[in-house]
């Protein structure tokens, strides 16, 4: 590295869909000259890639922005970008004066201009206006820091304005890219290597193909198809929209995956209703049947549940319970509500006390924690197929990932170690809430 060549540290905070943001920012900033350190006080530029969804995740980055505010005297600069970014604006400006840019995601691509401008000793550099004009951010540059699995965005921004949610707003409209530039792209990762793809959206089934060649079902069946890929992942998808032809797809194309991640939010309709979730329990629960009635696959299901919604009564919340025992779902996510800027929910009074929302997580977390750990029994004396993540030296085990995205964990049984990236088959002997452990089969 020459003593000259400007450096920046990135952070980043929140979904997948930020982390993606964050490589296609590393990969512009490495094109520009930059060269990525690891820690803050070797950096020239320090970036925080935020996010809003719930107000301890948007703390985060004022706290250390507080940590660090002290390199700015040592002529450091400060960028915050992603959602807390586009939400506050400004006045990001006005709580810690020493930051130079604050920019939303879909300006990213005027992050060389940006950075002129920064260089050039300007203080306040916004990038804030592009939500609904920016098509797709050139990914040319994306720096995947896996070189095996990787994230393709097909969809932008999100339209639903569930009552309780920042991301339309941070986000802006949704923006479908072309199938073409989406196949294109998963092309050139299968010549680099890549055999594992994630297709990402805030809600991946409201894709539509600006060109109308593909519905989404059609989109990922060709994304499977692409050669060299071995596995196909899409999330988020919201039941509104989650069609028929999508669990067909799955059951037919071997590459897809065994796993959809079909977020509910409450297992009863009344508070579906008050979230603008335009779906009911039942509807919801027939989108599982079809999941349960593939011919050729078992899917894995998993879901986010928000404990504490207003007005939620205990009868309600029950109905989210009674609703992991039917579902049956291999992971949940489950939070407490937490009052957003800008959201329709304001206008319901936060009415459950803190201390029972708690209550209400715990309840939920350690009932669904019980279901799996009978439920992922059903794995041992199973053969399943892990692309290898890493090792775990401590324990002299590999770790993998199967189709349906469960950890499992083996050892080699004598055998040859296969590297990080490859495929092999494990047997599974023991079952955990949350992972399994095998051995590697002969
Ligand atoms: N687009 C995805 C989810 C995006 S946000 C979908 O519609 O499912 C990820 C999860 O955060 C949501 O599924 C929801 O469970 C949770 N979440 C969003 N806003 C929240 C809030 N204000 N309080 C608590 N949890 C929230
Ligand atoms: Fe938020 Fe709803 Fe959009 Fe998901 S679908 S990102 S929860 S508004
Ligand atoms: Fe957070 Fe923005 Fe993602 S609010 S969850 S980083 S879309």
Not at 22 to 30: R, Y
Not at 348 to 353: G, L, M, Q, V
Not at 420 to 430: A, D, F, H, K, R
Request: aromatic content about 8%.
């Amino acid at each position: 590295m020459s003593s000259q060549q400007k450096t920046f540290y990135i952070e980043t905070f929140g979904c997948q869909m930020n982390f993606h943001d964050s490589e296609k920012v590393v990969g512009t900033l490495i094109s520009e000259g930059y060269a990525q350190v690891e820690r803050e006080e070797e950096a020239d530029l320090i970036l925080y890639n935020t996010c809003s969804i719930r107000d301890k995740a948007e703390q985060k980055v004022f706290h250390r922005l507080n940590d660090f505010k002290k390199l700015h005297k040592e002529g450091k600069r400060f960028a915050v970008l992603g959602c807390v970014a586009q939400q506050e604006g400004e006045k990001i400006f006005e709580r810690a004066p020493y930051v130079s840019l604050v920019a939303g995601s879909a300006s990213y691509r005027n992050l060389p201009e940006m950075l002129v401008q920064i260089g050039a000793g300007a203080t306040r550099v916004t990038g804030l206006d592009d939500r609904e004009t920016d098509q797709t951010f050139a990914t040319e540059f994306t720096a995947r820091t896996n070189p095996h699995r990787g994230y393709i965005t097909i969809i932008e921004g999100c339209d639903k304005f569930c009552a309780y949610c920042v991301v339309p707003y941070t986000r802006g409209k949704e923006r479908s890219r072309t199938s073409e530039s989406v196949l294109n792209e998963a092309r050139c990762m299968a010549d680099a290597g890549f055999t594992e793809i994630q297709l990402l959206g805030q809600n991946v089934n409201s894709y539509r193909d600006p060109a109308g060649k593909k519905s989404f079902a059609e989109l990922l069946a060709a994304v499977g198809e692409v050669p060299g890929i071995r596995r196909v992942r899409f999330t988020t998808s919201h039941p509104r929209d989650f069609t028929k032809d999508i669990v067909d797809a799955i059951d037919a194309v071997p590459t897809l995956c065994d796993h959809v991640h079909l977020p509910v939010q409450s297992g009863s309709s009344r508070v579906l209703e008050s979230m603008f979730r335009e779906y009911s329990r039942e509807q919801y629960l027939e989108r599982i049947a079809w999941m349960k009635s593939t011919r050729n696959r078992e899917l894995s299901i998993t879901t986010d549940v928000i404990a504490g919604f207003p007005s939620e009564t205990e009868a309600e919340f029950s109905e989210s319970l009674s609703l992991l025992d039917e579902v049956g779902y291999d992971g949940v996510f489950a939070f407490k509500y937490s009052p957003r800027p800008n959201t329709p929910a304001l206008q319901y009074a936060d009415s459950i006390p803190e201390e029972e929302k708690s209550r209400r997580l715990q309840v939920l977390l350690e009932h669904q924690r019980e279901l799996q750990r009978l439920s992922y029994r059903r794995h041992v004396g199973q053969i399943l197929e892990v692309m290898v993540e890493g090792k775990n030296p401590a324990k002299g085990q590999l770790v993998g990932r199967t189709s349906q995205n469960k950890t499992l964990n083996f050892v080699l049984n004598g055998q040859p170690e296969p590297g990080i990236g490859e495929y092999s088959c494990v047997l599974v002997t023991q079952a955990f809430p949350n992972s399994l452990l095998g051995e590697l089969a002969v």
